[in-house]
């Protein structure tokens, strides 16, 4: 309850001050970058798509009207229609994927939205590791390279910083 | 010895999922576990993109604010307060601030004859001017910036490796620690001047509510004067209560458009002067009012060939104020 008074508050803040824009960003980042990243599957083309969809979003945002959805809902309701502009572009008709009911949030969203946080938290070598590993697809070796440690201390981040991840997703749904 | 093969076996399925090659099954519960954490870790966003797409947009939102909405300087809105650092040897200063904060360095502009430079860094989504040039040894113009990082402790690690020291003694209270006021924080300076408030805010963001990742800060040695004359001279509004001890202001904001800045009392018997720059639609309007409120004329407002129209003008305490507008825009 208190959440989404929070999101009513910032939505109406924003519409009444763009500049305030950036707090609603922030805290919808990940949702639309994974709601579109699952989708297309290209990272270059995901982040491409995810910024016509915030730039739409920040357009649109007096057309907001507040009806007890919760605002990110709206903003996949717009990247959906981006999605779907850009498969017609690409001449993909076939995968345009089922805009989802304004209502749901689907739950696999939320929940890499939320690791995506928590990767941000980790202790900053643990996060490093993380983001060369994964966003760069470095190697280990690369890695230790760059980081000046051994190979072997750096898959031993990569396994803690993975453990902290399992337990912290367990203990948020657990 | 446990923990040895579990760190050689998830490393192994990671590099094969990377690789794209179909995930074998596997009956250890534990690294199944882990592996469907890094099967969502692929999709994980570039932070890098992140900062860049939420600059574009605050850029973008800037320009949407309504007239009412933005501090006017008489008819002129200040978009930005950007800290103007001025020393000797920049490219050292760039460096430091490349190892210490991960700063990137945007764009670069040759300043003068003697081969030195104005750059353009960012430290997260905030922006910093440096002037490098040797003409200017004697009166270099440091900044006290209040950094905002996820990692205070790794982020002092880094700036004492760069050369940096506690502000004062060791064992003071300068190390980082946990705050009182919800951050944790370490008080450093570097080896050009500068004063560097390192800190983690406690809770869900490492940066404040303004998403700010560096608060400009100014040290004059009468706060309420300056405050005074930034709100006759840019339309300024303090926020908040002044913290205040023995008469002395310990903490003090002010906004100046949408940059809030932060101010205490200097404690050493030397003027600290620091320069900023002003980004703003109209130079000449802010030139003139702050002139009207006791600010020293400088340089007046004139086209410049790197395509700014700028002025300077100088307060009280020495601080210089660079009003700037781009002509191309």
Known sequence: MSEQHDDRLQVEAAQRDPSRFADLYRQNFYRVYTYVVCRVGDRHQAEDLTADVFREALAGIQKFEWRGVPFAAWLLGIAARVLADHWKRSGREAGIPAPESAATMPAEIEQSAMLFQLVDRLPEAQCRVIRMRFVEQKSIREIAQEMGRSEGAVKQLQLRAMETLRAQMEGAHG | ?329
């Not at chain 2, 020393?87 to 991960?102: C, M, P, Q, S, Y």
């Open chain 2, 1 to 329: 010895m446990a923990d040895l093969a579990l760190i050689e076996q998830l490393d192994q399925a990671i590099t094969a999922m990377l690789a794209g090659a179909a995930q074998p099954e596997t009956a250890d519960a534990g690294l199944a576990a882990l592996m469907d954490i890094a099967g969502k870790l692929r999709d994980l966003p570039d932070d890098r993109f992140m900062e860049r797409l939420g600059a574009e947009l605050g850029a973008e939102s800037e320009r949407r604010v309504p007239m009412s909405r933005s501090t006017t300087a008489g008819p002129a809105v200040i978009h930005a307060v950007t800290p103007f650092i001025t020393v000797a040897d920049g490219e050292k200063l760039i460096e430091f601030l490349k190892h210490t904060f991960r700063a990137e360095e945007m764009a670069r502009h040759p300043h003068g004859h003697g081969g030195g430079f104005v750059a353009a860094l960012k430290i997260g989504d905030s922006d910093l001017l440096i002037m490098g040039d040797e003409s200017v040894r004697g009166q270099e113009r440091p900044a006290a910036l209040h950094v905002y990082v996820k990692d205070c402790d790794a982020v002092y690690q880094r700036a004492l490796e760069a050369g940096a020291t506690v502000v004062g003694p060791a064992d003071q209270g300068f190390e980082p620690a946990d705050r009182p006021w919800g951050e944790r924080a370490a008080f450093m300076t570097d080896s050009f001047g500068n004063h560097w408030n390192i800190a983690t805010r406690f809770g869900p963001n490492y940066v404040p509510e303004d998403g700010r990742h560096v608060r400009p800060g100014l040290l004059p040695r009468n706060a309420p004067v300056l405050i005074d004359f930034l709100e006759r001279a840019f339309g300024a509004e303090e926020v908040g209560p002044r913290h205040e001890v023995g008469g002395r202001v310990e903490h003090a904001f002010v906004r100046i458009g949408e940059v809030l800045l932060e101010m205490a009392d200097a404690v050493e018997e030397g003027l600290r002067p620091f320069g900023f720059y002003l980004y703003t639609d109209d130079v000449d309007a802010v030139y003139h009012r702050a002139v009207a409120a006791g600010a020293v004329s400088i340089a007046p407002p004139a086209d410049q060939p790197f395509g700014d129209r700028i002025a300077v003008i100088q307060d009280t305490f020495g601080n210089q104020w660079i009003a700037a507008k781009n002509l191309g825009g």
